[in-house]
Nanobody
Framework: QVQLVESGGGLVQAGGSLRLSCVAS????????MGWYRQAPGEQRELVAT???????NYADSVKDRITISRDNIKNTVYLQMNSLKPEDTAVYYC???????????????WGQGTQVTVSS
């Protein structure tokens, strides 16, 4: 059993900052890529940022100058530092991890339950 639990969402004014965290726990052998996605009302879920176990990052063009993804491999935790937030950043933010539950297992992806980020104008 694997769980991903996000925290750090909330209400913030435009121009403000938030830091999201996501902790993976349970039967984890290794974690490959961790990432953040978001889904606004009526929209499809979209990529925000990903980070590999080696630290290679990938960002959506809409956020790359304002958002930083990082991870702590010891704590199985991924972070998303969001600065200069805009109303259009309002969405539910989901954490995803691609991981192995055993030495010989295939990789599987797991999702967190999501955390709401609301940016007021």
């Amino acid at each position: 059993q694997v769980q991903l639990v996000e925290s750090g969402g909330g209400l913030v004014q435009a121009g403000g900052s938030l830091r999201l965290s996501c902790v993976a726990s349970g039967s984890i052998f290794s974690i490959n890529t961790m990432g953040w996605y978001r889904q606004a009302p009526g929209e499809q879920r979209e990529l925000v940022a990903t980070i590999t176990s080696g630290g290679r990052t990938n960002y959506a063009d809409s956020v790359k100058d304002r958002i930083t993804i990082s991870r702590d491999n010891i704590k199985n935790t991924v972070y998303l530092q969001m600065n200069s937030l805009k109303p259009e950043d309002t969405a539910v933010y989901y954490c995803k991890a691609i991981l192995r539950t055993g030495a010989g297992s295939s990789t599987f992806q797991y999702w967190g339950q999501g955390t709401q980020v609301t940016v007021s104008s």
